[in-house]
């Protein structure tokens, strides 16, 4: 069994990854990383497939025994993401995603640096600001702040590994399945594949 | 004009890089190195196209101003790899593929750090010891020779990018293809497309 990968995938607000990341699961070679959280489950909800729905004790625990990559306290709930889910999966041969915003994406970096890093990115600024215009949910004034952080938030691209402009949808879901294939050809991922061509 | 990358194609001989090469250079986005020499022209072979053609003395004016990646005299000629039509290939933005023995590819190395290194390899020794077999052009203990020689060269796999198997052709010209792609898409690769996505 070939290991997989832990990929990270992020990007500005209006970036569209969440719907590349809707696209992707469907390939049974992807899992979606899955958090933890104390909320209480809501209807449709089901165990390991939404949340690891956990008491407070007992996220608390995992926050003493070091068992998260990273928590948040939100509206008085827990929300974390798990390790184990993520190595097992990996382990197992999975692609793990883990769907993070530029914030968070960095922090992970220095608990994973083995992680494939992304950076989704709108074509442009003036397209992002059409998207999040037509998403009409919110006031101009956060529109223009949500402008402003995407273009801070931009100049951290040397942080990734890699940027996939999304401009058309298919292209960009193409483009970040030959980078998970480029990754699994790297000599780095494949010291017993080597093995088996001198063995046999 | 996006920049093109700078490919060493190398593997153990018998591994079918010139086969894959033969391929790859169908696609008017790839281009091969062109050697220059100091044989004389046989029928056929046009200036630029299968070589570029120098007297001794053009080509020893090349070695001693430094216009060559690598070169060896044999059987009385010169042969050498002029950096000129790689770098300027490179930068009109073609993909230009160097096809080298293991040896020549550490040397490479050196002088362009920033291309890409990509190992062909037999799915195994055994196959690897039929292809050759199959040749029907050496004899057995230079058969045993260069399986010895592939032998050493495969432990060197880690100096390289990538592996690709060449197992079946179709596929390993898709690894390279995907390979290529995934690496225009590395953040190392992007300053200038970032630059537009911020100022557009």
């Given at each position: 069994m070939n290991k997989g990968l832990k990929i990270v995938l992020s990007g500005p607000s209006g970036s569209g990854k969440g719907t590349i990341v809707k696209e992707l699961i469907k390939d049974e070679q992807f899992l979606l990383s899955i958090s933890a959280t104390t909320r209480s489950t809501r209807q449709g909800e089901e165990e390991g497939v939404h949340y690891f729905f956990k008491t407070r004790e007992e996220f608390e625990g995992m926050i003493a025994q070091n068992e998260l990559l990273e928590y948040a306290e939100f509206c008085g709930n827990y929300y974390g993401t798990p390790k184990a889910f993520i190595e097992n999966s990996v382990k197992n041969g999975k692609d793990v995603i883990l769907e993070i915003e530029v914030e968070g994406a960095m922090q992970i970096k220095k608990i994973y640096p083995d992680a494939v890093f992304i950076f989704v990115v709108p074509p442009s600024l003036t397209e992002l600001e059409n998207r999040l215009v037509g998403?009409?949910?919110?006031?101009r004034e956060v529109i223009e702040q949500r402008l402003a952080r995407a273009k801070e938030e931009l100049?951290?691209?040397?942080?990734?590994?890699y940027v996939v402009v999304n401009d058309r949808l298919v292209e960009a879901i193409d483009e970040i399945k030959c980078i998970v294939r480029a990754e699994k050809l790297k000599s780095s991922f494949y010291g017993q594949k080597i093995e088996n061509v001198i063995q046999n």
């Open positions: 998403r009409n949910t919110e006031a100049a951290l691209y040397t942080q990734y590994d």
